[in-house]
T-cell receptor
Framework: DQQVKQNSPSLSVQEGRISILNCDYTNSMFDYFLWYKKYPAEGPTFLISISSIKDKNEDGRFTVFLNKSAKHLSLHIVPSQPGDSAVYFCAASGQGAQKLVFGQGTRLTINP | GAVVSQHPSRVICKSGTSVKIECRSLDFQATTMFWYRQFPKQSLMLMATSNEGSKATYEQGVEKDKFLINHASLTLSTLTVTSAHPEDSSFYIC????????????FGPGTRLTVL
């Protein structure tokens, strides 16, 4: 039972344009969501998070949007840069629960 | 941001030996740390939750006698793979939960284990 899903295994975007990565979840008890970026043979790097009491959180080029009714969140990167090429994981945790549930990841490639 | 280190970054060992991996939170205290395993081209699989001063909580299907976890201090958790076999070869990643701020998990750089 995949509680957190990233349905796009890969995404290619031209440098300077907007990258939009999507994530869906099924567990309505999730109330904290995070995005991580991962390079091969390295640990994930925390990017940005959002609590369920918000619908948007912005940090520099990264913005996360949360649509609770649709159980959907998205990460917007603008403008996209070559260094953004990596695998992006969304993750969720539930009320009082400590552990994260990860999506399968989306490989983002930024083309020059 | 918060820093988590892992040591060693890469280890090669013979089948039947035990390997210890250390995870340290360098600039914050972590009462809870997590151990993950990642197979090639797959997501992170949570193996266990390590709680300072108490026994670890293992996920279903993870052998607690094979993957020994010790969380003796607020900044250090260790994972020992006992009697390692080639199928234990994988990328092991730890994370530490920073409860002082946003309750975010920060990950270590990972350890590549190869069992010959």
């Amino acid at each position: 039972d995949q509680q957190v899903k990233q349905n796009s295994p890969s995404l290619s975007v031209q440098e300077g344009r907007i990258s939009i990565l999507n994530c869906d979840y099924t567990n309505s008890m999730f109330d904290y969501f995070l995005w991580y970026k991962k390079y091969p043979a390295e640990g994930p790097t925390f990017l940005i998070s959002i609590s369920s009491i918000k619908d948007k959180n912005e940090d520099g080029r990264f913005t996360v949007f949360l649509n609770k009714s649709a159980k959907h969140l998205s990460l917007h990167i603008v403008p996209s840069q070559p260094g953004d090429s990596a695998v992006y994981f969304c993750a969720a945790s539930g009320q009082g629960a400590q552990k994260l549930v990860f999506g399968q990841g989306t490989r983002l490639t930024i083309n020059p | 941001g918060a820093v988590v280190s892992q040591h060693p970054s890469r280890v090669i060992c013979k089948s039947g030996t035990s390997v210890k991996i250390e995870c340290r939170s360098l600039d914050f205290q972590a009462t809870t740390m997590f151990w993950y395993r990642q197979f090639p081209k797959q997501s992170l699989m949570l193996m266990a939750t390590s709680n300072e001063g108490s026994k670890a909580t293992y996920e279903q299907g993870v052998e607690k006698d094979k993957f020994l976890i010790n969380h003796a201090s607020l900044t250090l958790s260790t994972l020992t793979v006992t009697s390692a076999h080639p199928e234990d070869s994988s990328f092991y990643i730890c994370s530490a939960r920073d409860t002082s701020g946003t309750d975010t998990q920060y990950f270590g750089p990972g350890t590549r284990l190869t069992v010959l």
